[in-house]
């Protein structure tokens, strides 16, 4: 399969899953994004268009960031940096927005973290 193939698959996978999911300030969307080196959550009221709380292998809030990279042993150290910084905020309903990657291996393991963490989706 090509590149630009690959490509068009994944956003017409991501725009099935957006058609789909809305967050708002109760139930905000908790938007996962996978790169080849890190990981990005945010949580985000889509009617109000802001970003509520968010947590990255980049931050300096997270710990061991040096550490830190895209695969799934990260994903759940990440999964329970990012639950807390959405509990200090005082989010603990989530809609979860896993964009379009499948929901398999590293976003499988940062729902758990994010679900033992303490968020409930």
Known sequence: MRTE???????RRHWRVRKKISGTKERPRMSVCF???NIHI????DLAGVTLAAASTTSKATPDRDKLAANAA???SLGV???QAALAKGI????FDRGAARYHGKVK????AA???????
């Open 5 to 11: 193939q690959k490509q068009q698959l994944a956003t």
């Open 35 to 37: 790169s080849n080196r």
């Open 42 to 45: 945010q949580f985000i009221d």
């Open 74 to 76: 990260s994903a759940k």
């Open 81 to 83: 940096v990012a639950a």
């Open 92 to 95: 603990k309903h989530v809609v």
């Open 109 to 112: 393991a940062l729902a758990d």
């Open 115 to 121: 679900r033992e963490a303490g968020l409930q989706f």
